[in-house]
Structures are given as structure tokens and as C-alpha cells.
């Protein structure tokens, strides 16, 4: 029994440590509960687990990248449509190094070159990759953590 107490010990200290680490990146702006407005989205949040984001959900998003993001990732990201900056969360299906999803050599370009990616909507007239081109990394703007239902 003497044992276990300091391993118990060490336990309730690392779980204070995280409560107090994740409420500090809320009042920091460094954690956000955004709720989504009336679209689905699918991919892998970054506990790994696959996540369908719908209406009405919250997602927790981080501020800032800390890991480059991988393929199947939702991300936070800034795009540009006429002339305005619109945040929304992407899916990324291209990292670099990857293949451009669908393309056959155009403008000799096949393959994601370093420091951007390719994002997709969760729709085909979403705006994405398809109509803007290549997504540069400054654009990304932070990562879904968790989808809470």
C-alpha cells in the first residue's frame, strides 16, 4: 500500500497539471470551443480519431500549428474569396511531398511542393484546393482537437 500512494500522488499531480495547462489555453486564446454553423465535414482531428464534424457541434480548435499537418488532418485555415478572408475548417488531402489528388501534369506540377497543402471541403462546390489552388502553411491556422456531439 505505501507503494501505491506516491505513484497516486504523482497521478493526481499530472491531472492538476493538465486541468490547470488547459484552462491557462483557454484564457490565452491558445484552445477554442468553436460551434459549427449548418455543414458536415469528415476527417481525422488530431487525437486520431476519424471525426464528422456536423451542424450544431463544438469543436475544440488550437491556435497556432505546433506539427506540421498530416493527410486526412482538419485544420483552421484562412482562404480568400472575393476579396475577403473567410476562416473555415478543411480537410487536408494533400501534405508535401504528396501527390496532387486528381491531377494529371499540369503546368508540370504533380506533386505538393514544400510548405503548402491541399485542402478539400466537405462538398464539392465548397470553397477549397480545387477553385484556389495550393494552401500555403502561413494560411493554416490551427488544428481541430476534438469534435464534442
Known sequence: MRRLRPFVLLVIGVIAAVVIL???AFVTGHLRLVSM???TMEGESASGKRDSIEAGDLVLV???IFA???RGALVVVDLVKSGQNVTTIRRVAAAPGDRIPG?????GVTTIPPGYYYVLAYSTNGLDSRQLGLVCAAQIKGRVLFVIK
Do not use: C, F, I, V
Open 68 to 70: 506540421p499537418p498530416r
Open 37 to 39: 454553423g449548418s455543414k
Open 62 to 64: 488550437t491556435k497556432g
Open 103 to 107: 491531377s494529371s501534369e499540369s503546368n
Open 22 to 24: 488547459t484552462a491557462l
